[in-house]
């Protein structure tokens, strides 16, 4: 892989993961590849904001999507975020992901992966930006557990 294609291959995998006409082995693999690239820090902080800007939404899209656990979008998502959010290059990936899961129009899927991700980002990033949104994730958090729709993906 050179930092020639990296975008085009990111965006493809990123098609496959989000293709929901696919097996889930396909789409599962593609998401773990997807974050094996991520991973490649010089590659990615070689792209140009519009290609970040794509995969970031492409991927926040694709919460929910996924019959599988753990979440590979989820995953995708916290590789990211370990180093965007604390060079505050994704400035609003928690906001989204506490109003995926406060959101009365979202379906559990996509709260109960948003929550996945929160879980994953907290656990991964050591920086102070998260410990400044920790209002907003506990809201969140307490939003989960008197909702009322029960759902056992969220509550689990």
């Known amino acids: 892989i050179s930092e020639r ?3 085009w291959l ?8 989000s293709n929901q006409t696919l097996l889930a082995s396909i789409r599962q693999q593609a998401g773990l590849q997807m974050k094996n690239l991520l991973n490649r820090n010089s590659f990615w902080s070689s792209l140009d904001k519009s290609s970040k800007g794509f995969i970031e939404k492409g ?3 694709t919460l929910g999507c996924e019959q599988w656990r753990p979440s590979t979008a989820a995953l995708c ?12 290059e994704w400035p609003d990936l928690l906001q989204v992901l506490v109003e ?3 959101s009365q129009t979202k379906p559990d899927s996509v709260i109960g992966a948003s929550i996945e991700t929160i879980g994953y980002i907290c656990s ?3 920086h ?6 920790i209002n907003q994730i506990l809201t969140a958090i307490m939003f989960c557990i008197k909702l009322e729709r029960g759902s056992s993906t969220i509550k689990s």
């Open 59 to 61: 991927l926040l899209d």
């Open 77 to 88: 998502i916290q590789t990211l975020a370990v180093t965007e959010l604390p060079t505050n």
């Open 124 to 126: 991964a990033v050591q």
């Open 128 to 133: 102070p930006c998260i410990e400044e949104s």
């Open 10 to 17: 990111l965006q493809a995998l990123l098609s496959i993961l």
């Open 100 to 102: 995926n899961i406060i």
């Open 5 to 7: 294609n990296y975008s």
